[in-house]
């Protein structure tokens, strides 16, 4: 008994470190992937950029892991034989969705703004996900240290961003993250299951990025047929590395959704996110304001969310809802 709640112990926290990293590079892909946007005065087209490079990786990557290959055949005869519906395929959409979103939306909302939106509705669908169950996932009670892990986390984003908080442009727009968000609690619970059916993460890794990759090249084509082309391509090498950053944020995701649930995921990344956020801004700052105080406590508000659903995680449920 005493072995197994160290091995639990253990798993919880390579879980919640595996969590924040992922989230520290969502931080630094959304970094990266701003500046090309503001190079290329181009959101779409940035966002294209970073998707089709992952796939280029992962098409470089893919036929020499034979654990990916054989995800390739299981996931063929599992769609074909229907087992697998084909909706299960379509979680790089949403992630493509999110991008979207935040070009038609960030910049008339505020960055912080966008956030809190899109950070509530992906905890709020997380733990209905969680809930329910989806597909292989298993079923995760709603839990009071569960419920309270998640208000302290929506919480924590928005005391951090307080600082930057306005609306420019309509305020339906919060529609918008509030949707994106939604999709992404989505995307991480279908990619999980696809990473159960096919024992590849590496697989579902790379549904997500053809999939991602196919919707933003429709978007940006009707983009530029209306904008028009004539982009400036920077030289800056780095700012081409936001496809690879994503990689890592996808397979992690894919890993540890089946193990952790699709909520503590999302709580670990949002504390690496803010926690990533804030060290970007130390030690390379987009402008001369410094950090706001606001910020520093709300990663600390964050970080105490990961705890709480940390606690919750090795403790006896007792289910707020009945089933």
Same mark, same amino acid.
């Given at each position: 008994?005493?072995?197994?709640?160290?091995?639990?112990?253990?798993?919880?926290?390579?879980?919640?470190?595996?969590?924040?990293?992922?989230?520290?590079?969502?931080?630094?892909?959304?970094?990266?992937?701003?500046?090309?946007?503001?190079?290329?005065?181009?959101?779409?087209?940035?966002?294209? %950029?970073?998707?089709?490079?992952?796939?280029?990786?992962?098409?470089?990557? /893919?036929?020499?892991?034979?654990?990916?290959?054989?995800?390739?055949?299981?996931?063929?005869?599992?769609?074909?034989?229907?087992?697998?519906?084909?909706?299960?395929?379509?979680? &790089?959409?949403?992630?493509?969705?999110?991008?979207?979103?935040?070009?038609?939306?960030?910049? +008339?909302?505020? =960055?912080?703004?966008?956030?809190?939106?899109?950070?509530?509705?992906?905890? %709020?669908?997380?733990?209905?996900?969680?809930?329910?169950?989806?597909?292989?996932?298993?079923?995760?009670?709603?839990?009071?240290?569960?419920?309270?892990?998640?208000?302290?986390?929506?919480?924590?984003?928005?005391?951090? &961003?307080?600082?930057?908080?306005?609306?420019?442009?309509?305020? =339906?727009? =919060?529609? @918008?993250?509030?949707?994106?968000?939604?999709?992404?609690?989505?995307?991480?619970?279908?990619?999980?299951?696809?990473?159960?059916?096919?024992?590849?993460?590496?697989?579902?890794? !790379?549904?997500?990025?053809?999939?991602?990759?196919?919707? @933003?090249?429709?978007?940006?084509?009707? !983009?530029?047929?209306?904008?028009?082309?004539?982009?400036?391509?920077?030289?800056?090498?780095?700012? !081409?590395?936001?496809?690879?950053? &994503? %990689?890592?944020?996808?397979? /992690?995701?894919?890993? @540890?959704?089946?193990?952790?649930?699709?909520?503590?995921?999302?709580?670990?990344?949002?504390?690496?996110?803010?926690?990533?956020?804030?060290?970007?801004?130390?030690?390379?700052?987009?402008?001369?304001?410094?950090? +706001?105080?606001?910020?520093?406590?709300?990663?600390?508000?964050?970080?105490?969310?990961?705890?709480?659903?940390?606690?919750?995680?090795?403790?006896?449920?007792?289910?707020?809802?009945?089933?």
């Amino acid at each position: 008994m005493l072995r197994t709640n160290r091995q639990n112990r253990r798993r919880t926290l390579a879980g919640i470190f595996a969590a924040v990293i992922a989230g520290a590079s969502i931080a630094t892909q959304s970094r990266i992937n701003g500046e090309l946007a503001v190079e290329l005065q181009d959101s779409t087209l940035a966002a294209l %950029i970073s998707f089709g490079i992952g796939l280029g990786i992962l098409t470089l990557i /893919v036929p020499f892991v034979p654990s990916a290959r054989a995800g390739f055949r299981t996931l063929r005869t599992e769609v074909t034989s229907k087992r697998l519906p084909w909706w299960y395929l379509t979680g &790089g959409a949403f992630g493509a969705f999110f991008v979207l979103s935040q070009g038609l939306a960030a910049s +008339a909302l505020g =960055v912080a703004l966008f956030t809190v939106a899109a950070v509530a509705s992906q905890t %709020i669908s997380s733990a209905v996900i969680d809930r329910v169950g989806l597909g292989s996932l298993q079923k995760r009670p709603v839990t009071v240290l569960r419920v309270v892990a998640s208000v302290v986390a929506v919480g924590a984003v928005l005391f951090s &961003g307080l600082a930057d908080l306005h609306v420019d442009g309509s305020f =339906v727009l =919060v529609f @918008l993250p509030l949707i994106a968000g939604f999709g992404i609690g989505w995307q991480q619970a279908i990619n999980g299951h696809v990473r159960q059916v096919t024992r590849s993460p590496l697989t579902a890794t !790379y549904v997500n990025f053809v999939v991602g990759t196919t919707v @933003l090249s429709i978007a940006t084509i009707a !983009y530029g047929l209306v904008r028009g082309w004539g982009h400036q391509f920077p030289t800056d090498p780095v700012l !081409y590395m936001g496809g690879a950053v &994503g %990689i890592v944020v996808i397979v /992690v995701a894919a890993v @540890l959704v089946p193990i952790t649930g699709v909520l503590f995921f999302v709580l670990g990344s949002v504390a690496g996110q803010v926690l990533g956020a804030l060290a970007l801004e130390l030690f390379l700052p987009t402008d001369s304001d410094g950090v +706001a105080a606001t910020t520093v406590i709300g990663a600390v508000l964050t970080l105490l969310a990961v705890a709480i659903a940390s606690f919750a995680s090795q403790r006896p449920p007792k289910n707020l809802l009945s089933n």
